[in-house]
């Protein structure tokens, strides 16, 4: 006969799980946070339930995630605001816990109940927690989990337009250029979601927001930082060249200070930025509706152009024809106009 004197553990159920972590988040208060032995004892437990909520999403490694048990903790976690402890308890939680928090992030966005997304819709009714994602680059130690937060978020067209409408978006021209290479890197990568995952939210964007959006482009453009520089000019082009914001685009060819710009990075000491340059600078020329001021600089500067333009190539590659037939062309274009 053989007895049990410990019996297996009963596994929580989504209810338990949501409430454990609720809980859990709650107790790193303010009181908790000062006594150190509190903290790391308060946090072992955060760790715990996080590790659980894995589990219930993704599955244990053995066997596939049950999809009732993963919506019902999808709708506790919005139903008991549990979704705003998680995102405003991040500065306190530990690497471990941050990590599994990513990991689950992008499952309770994409997952739906009856059709329902319910914590996008739960981040359109608590907006500000984007924002405060956003903030969160000026915090070294989780600006990288959040902006994996961030790109999650951007992926649905709701929570992109709010970003890019909000106060919080500015704020990207500083963090692209912040000193830490690593989060500048990744705040650029949420950037250029931002520009570029939804076409017609951002031509909308860009059509109410044209001269504070270009003025402030403008400085990365001409920033001194050469990674800025490149990675602004490419992004430029890829979504001024896309056709929803073909209106933008040719509001901003009529433009003599971006005509300018062009032409200085066209004289730029590294050759991937001159690349880029010429590649946005050929619209300009290209242009059957040059305005007058736009001819005059053109021709003002025609013979430094050539110049420029016969000396740039783009190295070995299957494009080569093609770059060479289009700058004849702008060569051509320059040489017809006169003073």
Same mark, same amino acid.
């Given at each position: 006969?053989?007895?049990?004197? %410990? ?42 339930? %996080? ?120 704020? %990207?021209?500083? %963090? ?17 979601? @931002? ?25 990365? @453009? ?42 200085? @990075? ?74």
């Amino acid at each position: 006969m053989s007895f049990s004197f %410990f019996k297996a553990s009963r596994p929580k159920t989504p209810q338990e799980v949501a409430k454990s972590i609720k809980e859990s988040l709650m107790a790193l208060d303010t009181k908790t946070v000062v006594e150190v032995k509190a903290l790391e004892k308060a946090l072992e437990e955060v760790e715990k339930n %996080f590790v659980t909520m894995r589990t219930m999403l993704s599955g244990d490694g053995e066997s596939e995630p049950n999809l009732d048990q993963v919506s019902q903790l999808v709708e506790e976690m919005c139903k008991d605001d549990v979704l705003t402890l998680l995102i405003h308890k991040l500065p306190i939680l530990g690497w471990e816990a941050r990590k599994d928090l990513v990991h689950c992030w992008s499952i309770l966005l994409k997952h739906k109940v009856d059709s329902v997304s319910c914590c996008v819709e739960y981040i359109e009714q608590h907006i500000d927690l984007l924002d405060f994602l956003v903030v969160c680059y000026d915090n070294k130690d989780i600006a990288l989990s959040c902006g994996i937060m961030l790109r999650e978020c951007i992926k649905f067209p709701s929570l992109g337009r709010y970003i890019l409408e909000s106060a919080s978006f500015v704020l %990207f021209f500083k %963090f692209v250029e912040l000193p830490n290479f690593d989060v500048a890197s990744d705040a650029f990568s949420t950037f250029k979601d @931002l520009l570029t995952k939804h076409e017609n939210v951002v031509s909308e964007f860009l059509t109410a927001h044209y001269d504070e959006f270009f003025d402030l482009y403008e400085r990365l @453009l001409t920033s001194p930082n050469y990674v800025t520089r490149r990675q602004s000019l490419k992004l430029l082009s890829e979504f001024l060249l896309e056709s929803p914001n073909s209106q933008i685009m040719k509001r901003y060819i009529l433009e003599v200070r971006y005509l300018k710009v062009m032409m200085t @990075l066209l004289r730029d000491s590294s050759k991937n930025i001159q690349l880029s340059a010429f590649h946005i600078f050929k619209v300009f020329v290209a242009n059957p509706n040059k305005p007058v001021e736009v001819k005059l600089i053109l021709a003002k500067n025609q013979e430094k152009l050539l110049e420029l333009l016969h000396n740039l190539s783009p190295g070995k590659g299957s494009e080569d024809d093609q770059f060479e037939e289009e700058k004849e062309f702008i060569i051509k274009e320059i040489k017809r106009l006169s003073c």
